[in-house]
């Protein structure tokens, strides 16, 4: 037997393993102990992000909890940011102390505009535990840079294992009777088929907050042999090649598995419309091929691009399952993640954050439903305060159960304020892709932020 066959084999026996493991019943109780350990270590910010059951959770408990895990975060950062404790000073001379109840929060706890990201680096942590720096950029060139440490990226993950987990699967089950309503069928499946098309850069050429969120499943994807490509790796974008490259991969992974910027998604629908080309991935859901789109809604010029339009021509170009072609919403000032995997198609936000709408005028905060500011204190970021004013137009609902089975709040994304930058990943990268509107793709690789450089 060859080295090759003998690694092929014992892949085969562990993915054989794994898929007939209680999967999660492992996660869960893994969540749960560090849920627990959080809270017999009076950290009530590990104690919420590995919440087993955050995405249905009772109101008053969540918002009790959260309460907690904001106050700890307040004071966490309080205590390790110069540039926010004179923030802090100068917003009204408010400290740890101050803070009661939520309405204290609401009113007190100051929040930081995005554009103070753009003029300084802030940070909570010691150069030597930043792990990455994710950038956001703007039309005029001016970044914000952005550390990320461990417990930030663990704690994102936890939010987003545990709706994976405990939501997300559950709709696949319903949905798709050949699994039989078992997930190690579910988890079988998708390991022996699953190719991951990644419409992004490498995250070690590019520091968006999409690409960055890689770094830790490429060493997932080697140990299981998965295959994957990132069609922007060199900063090159060719729409024959990767066209290509999904053929191929097809044919032994049906399962494909496609994330990346809408304006890539369509740059390549441009060129298979010019060439006549279309894909028949997934019509019924049975291939369980996911779509899952990030970034801007908008182009530079102002022209905008309808959500259901543009889910149609996913479905007609690829040959998709349209529930199963999803948008992300997120901005790299914080851990703040929505999705809209559900019947009724809300976009729901996670629940470990604490979300409200500003008066662009004003600043004073919003009943629900109205247009503003999207503005959030998010406790699971350790390496900067993450109590933001954003530069997004939203609309939030108060909290309900979904008929997905989520309670959560939903965001409705908008626009960009008035005035304020396109600094949108997503329409960075059509800065990419665009000769006539855009900048080459040299210029971004030249600006990029890779780990470590500018600390």
């Given at each position: 037997m060859s080295g090759n066959d003998f690694k092929s084999n014992l892949i085969r026996l562990v993915r054989r393993f794994i898929a007939d493991l209680p999967v999660v019943d492992i996660v869960n109780d893994g969540f749960q102990t560090i849920s627990s350990l959080g809270r017999i270590m009076n950290n009530p910010v590990w104690e919420l992000s590995a919440k087993p059951e955050l995405w249905h959770m009772d109101q008053k408990k969540l918002e009790e909890l959260r309460f907690k895990a904001i106050k700890y975060a307040f004071n966490y950062h309080y205590d390790n940011c110069n540039f926010y404790r004179k923030y802090c000073d100068e917003y009204g001379n408010v400290s740890p102390k101050d803070i009661h109840t939520i309405d204290d929060v609401l009113e007190k706890i100051p929040q930081i505009p995005t554009e103070a990201f753009k003029k300084?680096?802030?940070?909570?942590?010691?150069?030597?535990?930043?792990?990455?720096?994710?950038?956001?950029?703007?039309?005029?060139?001016?970044?914000?840079?952005?550390?990320?440490?461990?417990?930030?990226?663990?704690?994102?993950?936890?939010?987003?294992?545990?709706?994976?987990?405990?939501?997300?699967?559950?709709?696949?089950?319903?949905?798709?009777?050949?699994?039989?309503?078992?997930?190690?069928?579910?988890?079988?499946?998708?390991?022996?088929?699953?190719?991951?098309?990644?419409?992004?850069?490498?995250?070690?050429?590019?520091?968006?907050?999409?690409?960055?969120?890689f770094y830790g499943l490429i060493p997932f994807m080697n140990m299981f042999s998965i295959p994957y490509d990132f069609h922007l790796s060199g900063f090159r974008f060719d729409p024959q090649k990767i066209l290509r490259t999904i053929k191929e991969r097809a044919k032994d992974n049906k399962a494909v598995f496609s994330l990346g910027f809408h304006y890539?998604?369509?740059?390549?629908?441009?060129?298979?419309?010019?060439?006549?080309?279309?894909?028949?991935?997934?019509?019924?859901?049975?291939?369980?091929?996911?779509?899952?789109?990030?970034?801007?809604?908008?182009?530079?010029?102002?022209?905008?691009?309808?959500?259901?339009?543009?889910?149609?021509?996913?479905?007609?170009?690829?040959?998709?399952?349209?529930?199963?072609?999803?948008?992300?919403?997120?901005?790299?000032?914080?851990?703040?993640?929505?999705?809209?995997?559900?019947?009724?198609?809300?976009?729901?936000?996670?629940?470990?954050?604490?979300?409200?709408?500003?008066?662009?005028?004003?600043?004073?905060?919003?009943?629900?439903?109205?247009?503003?500011?999207?503005?959030?204190?998010?406790?699971?970021?350790?390496?900067f305060p993450s109590f933001v004013i954003s530069e997004d137009i939203v609309r939030l609902t108060e909290p309900f159960e979904c008929d997905c089975g989520v309670i959560s709040q939903c965001v409705e994304y908008r626009g960009r304020a008035k005035k304020a930058e396109l600094r949108s990943c997503g329409l960075k990268m059509q800065q990419i892709l665009t000769d006539e509107e855009m900048r080459n793709l040299t210029i971004l690789k030249e600006k990029a932020l890779r780990t470590g450089i500018g600390l």
């Open positions: 300084t680096m802030i940070s909570s942590i010691p150069k030597e535990r930043i792990h990455t720096v994710v950038t956001t950029s703007g039309t005029s060139g001016n970044f914000s840079y952005l550390p990320r440490d461990y417990g930030s990226l663990l704690r994102l993950g936890c939010v987003v294992v545990s709706y994976i987990a405990n939501v997300g699967r559950l709709k696949v089950l319903k949905e798709q009777p050949r699994f039989e309503g078992e997930t190690s069928k579910v988890v079988n499946y998708f390991l022996n088929n699953v190719y991951v098309s990644i419409f992004l850069p490498h995250p070690n050429e590019a520091s968006t907050w999409f690409s960055s969120g890539v998604f369509n740059e390549l629908m441009k060129y298979m419309d010019e060439e006549g080309e279309t894909l028949e991935l997934d019509p019924d859901g049975s291939n369980l091929c996911f779509n899952v789109l990030g970034g801007g809604w908008k182009k530079l010029s102002g022209e905008a691009i309808d959500k259901e339009e543009f889910r149609k021509k996913i479905v007609d170009h690829f040959g998709v399952y349209e529930p199963y072609v999803l948008d992300v919403y997120g901005f790299g000032e914080s851990n703040t993640v929505a999705w809209d995997f559900c019947t009724e198609r809300n976009m729901h936000l996670s629940p470990a954050v604490l979300a409200v709408t500003r008066d662009p005028d004003t600043l004073e905060i919003q009943d629900y439903g109205e247009e503003g500011l999207m503005s959030i204190w998010d406790p699971t970021m350790s390496a």
